[in-house]
């Protein structure tokens, strides 16, 4: 397999996504294969901008967007995430943008959840034997 040719390695300055390179994706999935570290390092770098700058845009603070985009990376080496993407179904920005929001929802919910739990103090033990 060779490469696909793209405009940048590192993601362009303004947030835009650069060309999908479905060699490094698919080498990203292969979590076993000898290349899948360095192709996961490629991805990484190449949509870490764009992810932020999508974050950012949605009034999060640069340290927040950054620690949504680690989160997120995490999040499709831990789940396996990308080894559900094809390439003939569609665009794999959407793709990635989709399941960015996805995760995005839940880490709100989860964050809420947690609010919550604190500011709904445990009711004596009293309060149950009675």
Known sequence: MTPDKSSSSAGSDDGQFDKTRWSMVSGAV?????????AMAEFSGLYWRPLCAFAG???????????????????????????TVERST??????????????????????????????IPRPPKSFFEG
């Not at 292969?30 to 360095?38: D, E, L, V």
């Not at 603070?61 to 995490?74: I, K």
């Open 30 to 38: 292969q979590s076993r294969a000898p290349c899948a570290q360095k």
């Open 57 to 83: 845009r949605r009034s999060r603070s640069p340290e927040d967007a950054q620690d949504l985009v680690r989160g997120f990376f995490e999040h499709l080496i831990g789940s396996r995430g990308l080894a």
């Open 90 to 119: 569609g665009r794999f920005r959407s793709f990635l943008l989709a399941s960015f929001q996805s995760f995005i929802t839940a880490e709100n919910r989860r964050a809420r959840a947690e609010t919550v739990k604190i500011l």
